[in-house]
DNA sequence: TCTTGACGCTACATAATTTGTAGCATACAT
DNA sequence: ATGTATGCTACAAATTATGTAGCGTCAAGA
């Protein structure tokens, strides 16, 4: 279920880190999960509701995945964020802050 | 079919840009083809080559929305980013670099 | 003019993924 | 024992992605 670095992902044979990168945060849910996880840790059901109530299929899914790539990790807090996810979570703040500009000119 | 910044989107009614960018980027093959774009332009046949050959039907479909989006733009020259897709190029290329180390320790 | 080839793109059937609802099993407190 | 919260699962329906074949257009060569 989850993705190995350095073998091969969906569209790519390589498995150079960025392709399996792709591969997992192009799926659905996945970015999201990763940015409401920043200031966690949450419970199953908390998270669930910060993504809007995303189906808890997809949502275990999805944990068990970033778990497996030791991105997240389930204390007795709840879901929190590795060292890794922590980094992952702070290049997305800089989409975060794009977004806007690019929002702001096109609208 | 492309989403406009400031209007609802899968999985968030706020239309905050970040979440519209997730909901763009969450699709697959979104984030690979404006990587390979960096180095465009190229024409639809190129570009398909270099996404492990995805198929026109989706290729199309990407394209058609980063242009609604104003990231990506059809030249005579082909298909290649504009301003906004090369910074977002940009952003790309820190994810990158992380999933390097990453890769790295993971390994 | 008749091919030949490349262009962007589409139709359509099949396969894979996502969604939404209901609910399970466990633990812990009342 | 009863209520409540935990992480998580089953399953059918809806949506999205895949792969193949091929269309219509245009420009260059014979």
Redesign the interface.
């Known amino acids: 279920m989850a993705k190995k670095?350095?073998s091969p992902v969906?569209?790519?044979?390589t498995g150079r880190?960025?392709?399996?990168?792709?591969d997992v945060?192009?799926?659905?849910?996945?970015?999201?999960i990763l940015?409401e996880l920043r200031d966690g840790p949450y419970t199953f059901r908390a998270l669930q509701e910060r993504?809007?109530f995303?189906s808890p299929t997809l949502l275990n899914k999805r944990l068990k995945e970033l778990r497996e790539?030791?991105l997240v990790d389930l204390t007795d807090e709840g879901f929190m964020l590795t060292r890794?996810g922590e980094?992952?979570g702070g290049?997305?703040v800089?989409?975060?802050r794009?977004?806007?500009r690019?929002?702001k000119?096109?609208?």
């Open positions: 670095v350095g969906r569209g790519s044979t880190p960025i392709m399996v990168l792709f945060l192009g799926q659905r849910w996945t970015m999201r940015w993504c809007d995303v790539m030791a890794w980094e992952l290049t997305l800089a989409l975060d794009w977004s806007i690019w929002a000119e096109l609208a």
